[in-house]
Nanobody, 128 residues
Framework: QVQVVESGGGLVQDGDSLRLSCTASGRTFSYYTMGWFRQAPGQEREFAAG????????YRANSVKGRFTIFRDNAKNTVYLQMNSLKPEDTAVYYC?????????????????????WGQGTQVTVSS
């Protein structure tokens, strides 16, 4: 069983930066496609960013392009989400997810159901 654990959330102000971390268990972390999703109150969970198993391919939603960066360190079984220029509308619970069912080629998927292991989430609140 793969365990996914996020950390790094918190309360920040408009324009601040924050880095989220996500560790996933398993000796085959370097084969996992990883994604970050977020869910604001009353809204559906939405894709924020994804990264291929090698880290060579990343994909970000239009809403975070130019502000968020996803990267990974396979030696540490960790994927990160660097969030800059945060806005109040970025306030949400941020979830890390792993796709471990198969080797995924191309851009990481945006669909929630393509990821089969999820963390508990970490709250990010951006005050205006």
């Amino acid at each position: 069983q793969v365990q996914v654990v996020e950390s790094g959330g918190g309360l920040v102000q408009d324009g601040d930066s924050l880095r989220l971390s996500c560790t996933a268990s398993g000796r085959t972390f370097s084969y996992y496609t990883m994604g970050w999703f977020r869910q604001a109150p009353g809204q559906e969970r939405e894709f924020a960013a994804g990264i291929s198993s090698t880290g060579q391919i990343t994909y970000r939603a239009n809403s975070v392009k130019g502000r968020f960066t996803i990267f990974r360190d396979n030696a540490k079984n960790t994927v990160y989400l660097q969030m800059n220029s945060l806005k109040p509308e970025d306030t949400a619970v941020y979830y890390c997810a792993a796709h471990t069912l198969s080797s995924w080629y191309g851009e990481p998927p945006e669909e929630v159901d393509k990821y089969n292991h999820w963390g508990q989430g970490t709250q990010v609140t951006v005050s205006s």
